[in-house]
């Protein structure tokens, strides 16, 4: 058996299946556990920086990644943007949204893992998976970053990487391509996929909730019981 | 016009002598669990003092309830919509653990095991929450019975309203009680602030709910409520509260806090109000007790029966709201205030303030205490305890709190020109703009009334109630294997 089809052809699926399975049944049979699951009474000084920091570069990555896979080099280029311009800016504006999730992430670690406070308390073992692969996500995705783009002579995953992650998608995983990335980037999109797994398990259905329609909504709620 | 029930409560804090049955009733029945062990959905607190959380009537700081903006409108104390929403990451307002406090057991195991010897084995306190052995530095009451007020009462903010001169002799002057409990707010801000519109409030009583299938954790019901009384449940991430008993209510039962008052001071009723008022009472520039009262409708003008059978208020639940003792209290003989009414919430759990504090003053003043002249007296250059409970009872007016202590006063002069055989001197009722009537009906609601005149509560209109008891927290699937939506 060949390791890269299993983690480049089979894993994804696999992973995605568990996410949209366990967020079916997580929705339909859990709404009492669907929560942030909130530790700022526990714990405030720490979080009031790291919550706001993390959750900031968390977007701005979420949005650079869905940039960066989802849209091919032909389409930034019909808009009359040259490859060396959007590289410029994509690894400019990247390895920033990255740092800064990572400043927030460690925050966040230090804050629940380190710091002798009542949050060790409240943690179960769900947080630390998730923190586990959020640690291995955002340190080799900003190592593969650096050493390929930064320190080395530029590697366009828009010809490899972003192709591969559409593939999966077509449900024709072009396997080689991935096999053939620097291994950084190889660890980096293995544990993502377990983060996706990971995640209907997890308090990160949160993201799910984000409070949109609070914005429209009248001020005072009436109902009756369910 | 809308009308629309509610219940409320009425405390009658002369008779509150502090003894927290209702807060451990209460915590027994319903937060006795793990996550919930620093909450009390009932705590008595000492006035003054500063109470718990911490200061929590610090709105400067907590930035709990509703004002009025420049314009006029009501307004989250805390913000626009937007940004509150900038700040659902980490929530500045929000009360830590030691704001409430590290609540603690005890090691009675070494009661049991300690072998036998010559010194007394002794329980040492333990964290709820952390299981380690702690010191015992701050509780929910911590200053009761203004226990080390010396350091602790001038920090109640409710003291910043009283003048200096009289601020140092507070303490040879007064004290007394306040339980609290959820206001059930008529146009509560935590429910206002939830962004999942997991809170209600139910359309039948006006009771103010978390429906737990629904709250996400964003916590911002708790630094919303100015009466800081939703609470983050540790473990579970979401927000608990004061259900007021929903279940024993719908029954026809009161509540636990109430049924088990040593004092009996506690009332339960309905009241009817228009529900299209409700929004302007909040926003009211002044006079915030009378816009409150403004809303509430006469249960015996045949124009609000006649509105209320149309909004779908059933027969029984009208015959209750007559026989209130809640309307009786606030809006009959006027005696109950509601607590902090410049938050604007037009909370629904109403104080009649003590006047004990008044006649403990009569007396230091060489008066007597029994006497209604020499109390008036009292009542009238007597700035504090007077604008300390107008700071509570009344955004201020020591007027209303002054109007108040006189007709109780007056009625207890009545009343013992009544049982003495004594002829008055006076009329007492006239007085204070009452009939003797009035004061004798205010007197048997206060001294003798028995349970069925302290709460009258409808049973719920349940028709569907057997659909409903079959409703749990269990997966919905199975609710979709036997047929249910
Ligand atoms: C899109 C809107 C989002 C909102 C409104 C939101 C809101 C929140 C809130 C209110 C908390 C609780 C903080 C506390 O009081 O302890 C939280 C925690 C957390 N969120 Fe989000 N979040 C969002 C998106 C995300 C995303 C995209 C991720 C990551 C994929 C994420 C990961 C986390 C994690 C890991 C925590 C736990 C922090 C800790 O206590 O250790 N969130 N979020
Ligand atoms: S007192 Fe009760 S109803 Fe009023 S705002 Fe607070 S939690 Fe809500
Ligand atoms: S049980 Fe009654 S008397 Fe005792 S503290 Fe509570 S309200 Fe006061």
Redesign the pocket.
């Known amino acids: 058996m060949n390791w890269s089809v299993v983690l480049f052809g089979v894993w994804p699926y696999i992973a995605l299946a568990v996410f949209v399975v366990g967020h079916i049944w997580r929705w339909r049979c859990d709404q009492l556990g669907w929560t942030t699951r909130t530790s700022e009474l526990s714990e405030k000084r720490w979080l009031m920086w790291a919550s706001p920091i993390f959750h900031l570069g968390m977007l701005l990555v979420i949005a650079g990644h869905a940039l960066g896979l989802l849209v091919p080099p032909a389409a930034t280029a019909a808009l009359g943007i040259s490859e060396t311009a959007y590289h410029m800016v994509a690894v400019g504006a990247g390895v920033t949204a990255g740092l800064v999730l990572a400043v927030g992430v460690v925050l966040l670690v230090l804050r629940r893992f380190i710091l002798r406070t009542r949050l060790r308390l409240v943690t179960r073992p769900g947080d630390v998976v998730v923190y586990a692969l959020a640690v291995v996500v955002v340190a080799f995705g900003l190592w593969a970053t650096f050493a390929a783009n930064v320190a080395g002579p530029g590697y366009d995953y828009r010809e490899t990487i972003a192709v591969w992650f559409r593939s999966i998608f077509y449900c024709q995983p072009q396997v080689d391509l991935m096999a053939s990335a620097p291994w950084q980037y190889q660890v980096h999109v293995t544990a993502a996929w377990a983060l996706i797994a990971a995640w209907p398990f997890s308090r990160l259905v949160h993201v799910w909730s984000a409070p949109l329609g609070y914005l429209t909504r009248p001020a005072i709620v009436y109902r009756e019981q369910p | 016009m809308r009308v629309m029930a509610q219940v409320g409560m009425v405390l009658n804090l002369d008779k509150c002598i502090g003894c927290a049955t209702c807060s451990v009733t209460c915590k027994q029945t319903w937060t006795n669990r793990d996550g919930v062990e620093y909450v009390w959905f009932n705590n008595v607190e000492t006035k003054p003092g500063i109470g718990y959380p911490k200061r929590w009537e610090d709105q400067s700081a907590w930035r ?2 509703w004002r009025v903006d420049a314009n006029g409108r009501l307004r989250l104390a805390s913000g626009g919509k937007l940004k509150r929403l900038s700040r659902i990451f980490a929530n500045p307002d929000l009360p830590t653990l030691d704001d409430y406090y590290d609540p603690a057991t005890y090691d009675f195991d070494t009661l049991l095991t300690a072998p036998a010897g010559d010194r007394m084995p002794v329980a040492r306190p333990i964290s709820a929450i952390t299981g380690q052995p702690m010191r015992l530095t701050w509780g929910p009451n911590w200053d009761d019975d203004l226990g080390g007020s010396g350091r602790y009462a001038a920090d109640d903010p409710d003291m910043a309203a009283v003048r200096d001169q009289v601020r140092m002799s507070f303490e040879q002057t007064f004290m007394f009680h306040l339980p609290r ?5 008529l ?5 206002a602030s939830c962004p999942s519109g997991a ?1 209600y ?1 139910r359309a039948s009583d006006g009771i ?1 709910l978390v429906d737990q299938n629904k709250c996400r954790g964003w916590r911002m ?1 708790v630094s ?7 609470y983050i449940n540790r473990l579970s991430g979401k927000a608990e ?2 259900t007021f008993c929903f279940p024993r209510i719908e029954q026809g039962v009161p509540t636990v806090c109430a049924e088990t008052c040593v004092g009996r001071l506690r009332y339960i009723g309905l009241l009817l109000y228009d529900a299209d008022a409700v929004g302007e009472a909040a926003a009211s520039p002044g006079d915030l007790v009378e816009a409150q009262r403004s809303v509430f409708l006469d249960p015996n003008d045949p124009a609000v029966v006649a509105q209320a059978r149309r909004d779908g208020i059933g027969e029984d639940w009208i015959a209750a709201a007559q026989a209130s003792p809640v309307w009786a209290l606030a809006m009959r003989h006027k005696v109950a205030l509601p607590l902090h009414p410049e ?1 604007r ?1 037009l ?3 109403w104080y009649i303030p003590p006047l004990s504090p008044v006649l403990d003053a009569t007396s230091a003043m060489g008066g007597d205490s029994a006497d209604a002249d020499d109390v008036f007296h009292a009542v009238a250059n007597l700035r504090i305890p007077l604008e300390y409970l107008a700071a509570l009872f009344a955004d201020g007016d020591a007027d209303l709190v002054a109007g108040v202590l006189m007709k109780l006063s007056a009625m207890r002069s009545h009343m013992r020109c009544l049982t003495t055989g004594r002829v008055a001197s006076d009329d007492w009722a006239t007085r204070v703009g009452s009939t003797a009537e009035e004061l004798e009906s205010l007197y048997r609601l206060l001294a003798v009334a028995k349970m069925s005149e302290r709460y009258v509560i409808p049973p719920a209109h349940r028709e569907d109630a057997a659909e409903l008891a079959g409703w749990t927290t269990g997966c919905p699937l199975d609710q979709v294997a036997v047929g249910r939506p």
Do not use: D, R, S, W
């Open positions: 709990g309830g409990l959820c206001e059930h707010c146009n509560p801000a935590c429910v809170m409030k103010v019901c919303a409520c100015p009466y800081k009384k939703v509260k004061c938050y919430t909370p629904m759990i």
